[in-house]
């Protein structure tokens, strides 16, 4: 079946812009989460869906991003005045439930901040 | 907080020889256990995971680790390395306890020689 897709796979932009990043998890995967990985580094947690519950926000770096799910299925992650230091790759998972444990990754979006 | 440390950010090995990429973690319960693969412009692929039952796993493209609970070690090895395991490998844990995201290493890159 379909994966975890994530568009656009490339998206280059000036610094003070704002930026969509979109994910489409795999259907009927109830939880979803957002990472960024940057060179050299690992997987920081950005935020995580599950369900109907509220998000977990706690790794967002600040209150220039944020993230929604609409109707417990696409996500978008929206990064605010971006700056350069916010260049990475971003990484979208998706999991089936509570009682599954392996996630399950897209592609990714690369972002530059020029 | 939980934490896992990749020691190694490259590991070379002879195709056909044995290779051990090494994880250990920090976790204040009892730890899920997961490894993942990154192919070059790809998203992260599942290798295999420990829950319970026994230490040693097995998972996919003859990949296995073994987890070590009194030396918080959970090492991935294959008996006989491919070319075409050369990849960026990431270990990464979670606590049993509470609905915890995962937490990753910096992931290890994997040389493989012909």
């Known amino acids: 079946g379909a994966g975890v897709s994530q568009s656009p796979s490339n998206k280059v932009t000036e610094k003070g812009k704002d930026v969509e990043l979109r994910c489409d998890p795999i259907s009927g995967h109830t939880a979803l989460y957002w990472y960024r990985q940057s060179l050299g580094q690992g997987l920081e947690f950005l935020i995580y869906f599950q369900g109907n519950s509220a998000p977990d926000k706690s790794g967002l770096p600040s209150d220039r991003f944020s993230a929604e799910r609409t109707g417990g299925s696409v996500s978008t992650l929206t990064i605010q005045r971006t700056q350069q230091e916010d260049s990475a790759v971003y990484l979208c998972?998706?999991?089936?439930?509570?009682?599954?444990?392996?996630?399950?990754f897209g592609p990714g979006t690369r972002l530059t901040v020029t | 907080a939980q934490s896992v440390a990749q020691p190694e950010d490259q590991v070379n090995v002879a195709e056909g020889n044995p290779l051990t990429v090494k994880c250990t973690y920090s976790v204040s319960g009892n730890p899920y256990l997961f490894w993942y693969v990154q192919y070059p412009n790809r998203g992260l692929q599942f290798l295999l995971k420990?829950?319970?039952?026994?230490?040693l796993v097995k998972g996919s493209y003859g990949f296995e680790a073994e987890f070590n609970k009194s030396q918080t070690s959970f090492h991935l090895k294959k008996p006989s390395a491919l070319v075409s395991d050369s990849a960026l490998y990431f270990c990464a844990v979670r606590d049993t306890a509470g609905n915890t995201p995962l937490v990753f290493g910096k992931g290890t890159r994997l040389s493989v020689i012909a």
């Open positions: 998972a998706s999991r089936p439930g509570q009682r599954s444990y392996e996630q399950y």
């Open positions: 420990y829950i319970t039952g026994d230490n």
